[in-house]
């Protein structure tokens, strides 16, 4: 990482399954960094994991406690931040995402997202679905256009181990 880049936040964008946690965490380690998980941090807030606050309050009350927990970290220095993949779903996250800090979109393709969800029951919005594989790629062609729109750096992670995605991220960075 330059010298231009100290202090910034690194901000970690993508599909569900695309590899953020992992990222993040590794980046962390390399960078010796401390990271947020958003996910993570909501749900200890709310002493609910995710699908528990979806199944009792509904997704509208998610997103609301996403973009309040994003209003809380411009003043957030040199952390990893991991963000559910629904964050670019709103245009104000987008803005606040993007003044966070350096935006990287882990860009997956759905057969790498499919193999790394497929035994996970932790994602409400895939779960009882009769063709995951379809529900996934009409999410994906929804979303590709915003995590796009936010993302300053672009990485392919489908079918590459955590360490290469980390390495590349900071080849880049
Ligand atoms: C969501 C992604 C999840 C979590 C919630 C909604 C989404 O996070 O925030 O289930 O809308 O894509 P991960 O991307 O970490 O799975």
Known sequence: MSDGNKGENIVLIGFMGCGKTSVTKELAKRLNLN???????????????????????????????????LSKLENQKSKIISTGGGIILRDENIEMVKKIGIVVFLQADVAHILKNIKDDHKRP???????????????????EPLYLRTANVIIQTSGKPIKNIVDEILEIL
């Open 125 to 143: 919005l895939l779960q009882d679905e009769e063709d995951i594989e379809k529900k996934i790629t009409t999410m994906l062609e929804l979303r």
């Open 35 to 69: 990271y947020i998980d958003m996910d993570e941090k909501i749900e200890k807030a709310e002493g609910k994991t995710v699908s528990e606050i979806f199944k009792d309050h509904g997704e509208a009350y998610f997103r609301d406690l996403e973009t309040t927990f």
